[in-house]
């Protein structure tokens, strides 16, 4: 299992001095992620923190797709890709429905439904390839082909059985958020593994993106999680997943402890059968660069190396 780091407005109010900086303490991690929430765009803040780094994969997690025309969303990817050395993976979803209805007034409903339309006009863009679609949800025509950018892996939030089954024919995995060892190993993974060897495609990517906070006082930092996630807890796309792990919250499945206590939960993710962890720091930032140090410790002692 590889891991990888979240940066941005995920860990809490972040300018972009504060992104380069997160940017460079990740460096050597498998992957840098951003999360597209209120206020930075998550393809932006790649692109600025892709110049500061120069090994780290890059990735979304996720982009909601009903904001962003494929057209728009296909020109924006590709530009990051050209403009970091094609490190890019593109993780898109539907987004939640309340927000959704709620902030943008658009649609929510058939979201399997729309992001199947959806790939079938990114894929070709993703590729430099023109498009001429007018389908029952979408219509698009036109290229956003840019010279040198190769199309990014696209990965797809997915945590319903129609969701994980258009993940496992359609992208290269899944990337999912507070979703723990239990819902992964025995919903998450057999159902997108599944669905991708049914359509003769190689073995899907699961991505799965958790707090984590290395820490002495793990009851309060669970109980802070809770509250500075607490959404998780109330809208029904996690809510299922949550009762899954018979968890009321998101204190109950974030990677809380000592090191060694983080160590032996990060086991248990491993071996649900993710392929990455996405981990969210969480606390002050002297706790914060306290769980990169450890994140950066596991990633060298897998691969064998030492890390000041």
């Given at each position: ?8 407005e ?8 504060d992104?380069?900086?997160?940017a460079?303490?990740?460096?050597g991690?498998?992957?840098t992620?951003?999360?597209?929430v209120?206020g ?7 692109t600025?923190?892709?110049a500061?780094?120069?090994t ?9 797709v009903?904001?962003r025309?494929p ?13 970091t050395?094609?490190?890019l ?8 429905g ?13 979201p ?9 006009v ?11 679609h007018h389908g029952?949800m ?6 956003a ?15 319903g059985?129609?969701?994980l ?11 999912t ?16 593994t ?5 359509a003769?495609r ?22 802070q ?10 809208v ?7 009762a ?16 060694a206590?983080i ?17 969210t720091?969480?606390g002050t930032?002297?706790?914060?660069s306290?769980?990169?140090r ?12 030492s890390?000041?």
């Amino acid at each position: 299992m590889r891991i990888g780091i979240m940066i941005g407005e995920v860990r809490g109010p972040a300018t972009a001095s504060d992104l380069a900086a997160q940017a460079t303490a990740a460096e050597g991690l498998a992957t840098t992620w951003s999360a597209q929430v209120s206020g930075w765009d998550a393809l932006i803040t790649l692109t600025l923190v892709g110049a500061r780094t120069a090994t780290s994969r890059l990735g979304t997690a996720v982009v909601p797709v009903r904001q962003r025309h494929p057209l728009v969303l296909a020109g924006q990817a590709l530009s990051v890709q050209a403009a970091t050395g094609n490190r890019l993976t593109l993780g898109i979803g539907a987004g939640i429905g309340a927000m959704l209805t709620g902030m943008y007034g658009l649609p929510a409903d058939r979201p399997a439904r729309y992001l199947r339309e959806y790939l079938a006009v990114l894929h070709p863009l993703l590729r430099g390839e023109s498009v001429e679609h007018h389908g029952e949800m979408l219509t698009a025509i036109g290229s956003a082909a840019i010279p040198g950018a190769e199309a990014p892996p696209v990965l797809l939030a997915a945590l319903g059985p129609k969701m994980l089954q258009l993940a496992g024919e359609a992208t290269a995995g899944t990337v999912t958020w507070m979703t723990g060892p239990r819902a992964l190993s025995t919903h998450v993974v057999p159902l997108i593994t599944a669905a991708a060897e049914a359509a003769g495609r190689p073995a899907p990517q699961v991505v799965a993106g958790l707090p984590i906070c290395v820490t002495h006082d793990e009851p309060g930092v669970r109980a802070q999680i809770a509250t500075r996630y607490a959404m998780a807890a109330q809208v029904p796309e996690y809510q299922a997943v949550l009762a899954l792990e018979n968890a009321t919250g998101a204190g109950d499945v974030a990677i809380v402890g000592d090191e060694a206590a983080i160590t032996r939960q990060l086991q248990r993710l491993e071996e649900s059968g993710v392929t990455e962890f996405m981990a969210t720091p969480f606390g002050t930032p002297a706790d914060q660069s306290r769980t990169t140090r450890l994140l950066h410790a596991l990633t060298d002692a897998a691969a064998g190396r030492s890390h000041p």
